[in-house]
């Protein structure tokens, strides 16, 4: 299936150098606002075509668009995918609201073409470990969990840091899809939320290169607690933080009626999988079950497009992305209200993948 990538920034380079390691996608052309940049990726991966964004869409020969635009793009962009008649995968978040979501979702239908969207990490070795355990029964019946995702922000790094602090950004928008899908694909949807959110420091230092110097005005909180209260029992704590500069908290734990399990950073594919099994006892160290461990970002593009050419559901769809936004906006309407908010929006888990399959490999 070919593939067509609109927004040539910081993420496209992971996505264009492991698209090529599936046999079943083709990147066929790059595009971006800076047409320049997109004939700069182009010339880095050997890429045939590097256009505009209206001649990507306008090409026939491109069946699949990949969105590696900022969120503040992505919804306008899936819809113009889908108007286009091509199917589309979108890096998270689907989009900034639940509304946006909605009308990407029904165009979609009404086109009859599919959605896909990140993170696809959850596919990875480290996490298809720890469903297989947990369908097994490894730890018993899951009845709460833990999550955080704490760290000083990204205007350290990132060459371009602004938006992680608009409309669309902060550190549950940002960081927090690795998390709840990850949660999703193990437990299921979430019934309900609640939370609290604040905005510790209203402006931000650049240090990165070229920016450094620069002040950039906080809109949106940047650290959220939440409780979840997941379909299937499990009430979990998630916090999310751009404010907390050193902490010793686990990356994401569950807790069963017969031991923990310790799930490994959903920000990667694969990572350390645990169990402790009393108390007083000693982790285990679990060997992965699946494979996809290192670095595979593109993983949930292909799956997509194997999807379609099989007929079968596609494993990082946009109903789990749907969800996924509906509990960031309620986290964000729960603080602001005080007061739970039920969520209305469900989905199922998606298929586990194939254990032990060589990668490239998808069925």
């Excluded at 350390?272 to 007083?280: A, D, M, Y």
């Amino acid at each position: 299936m070919k593939i067509g990538v609109i927004g040539c920034g910081n993420i496209s380079s992971a996505y264009l150098k492991n698209l090529p390691g599936f046999a079943n996608v083709e990147v066929a052309a790059v595009a971006d606002l800076d047409v320049a940049r997109a004939q700069a990726k182009a010339a880095e991966f050997k890429i045939a075509k590097a256009c505009s964004v209206d001649a990507l869409l306008a090409d026939p020969a491109i069946e699949l668009v990949l969105n590696l635009t900022i969120p503040q793009a992505h919804a306008a962009v899936d819809l113009a995918a889908i108007a286009a008649g091509k199917h589309v995968y979108s890096e998270k978040p689907l989009a900034l609201d639940r509304a946006e979501g909605q009308q990407v979702l029904a165009a979609a239908r009404a086109k009859g073409v599919r959605v896909g969207c990140a993170p696809d990490t959850v596919l990875g070795g480290g996490h298809q470990t720890c469903r297989m355990l947990i369908d097994h029964g490894a730890i018993g019946r899951v009845v709460a969990g833990t999550a955080f995702m704490m760290c000083p922000g990204h205007e350290s790094w990132h060459p371009a840091p602004e938006f992680y602090y608009q409309r669309g950004g902060g550190p549950l928008f940002d960081m927090g899809p690795y998390y709840l899908h990850a949660l999703i694909m193990l437990l299921g949807p979430v019934r309900r939320v609640t939370g609290s959110a604040n905005i510790s420091f209203p402006e931000r230092l650049i240090t990165s290169q070229p920016k450094s110097g620069t002040r950039v005005p906080v809109e949106v909180p940047t650290h959220l607690a939440a409780v979840l209260d997941f379909v299937s029992g499990p009430i979990v704590t998630l916090i999310t933080s751009f404010d907390v500069r050193a902490h010793s908290c686990p990356i994401i734990e569950l807790y069963g009626t017969t031991g923990t399990l310790a799930v490994p950073d959903p920000n990667g594919f694969g990572g350390k999988v645990k169990i402790k099994r009393t108390r007083n006892g000693e982790w285990e160290s679990v060997g992965h079950s699946h494979s996809y461990l290192n670095q595979h970002r593109g993983l949930g593009v292909a799956d997509l497009a194997a999807a379609i050419t099989a007929g079968r559901d596609h494993r990082a769809n946009e109903r789990i992305a749907q969800h996924a936004l509906d509990l960031m906006q309620a986290i964000h309407e729960a603080s602001a209200t005080g007061r739970h908010i039920e969520v209305a929006s469900r989905c199922e888990r998606p298929a586990a993948m194939v254990a032990g399959l060589a990668e490239g490999v998808l069925d």
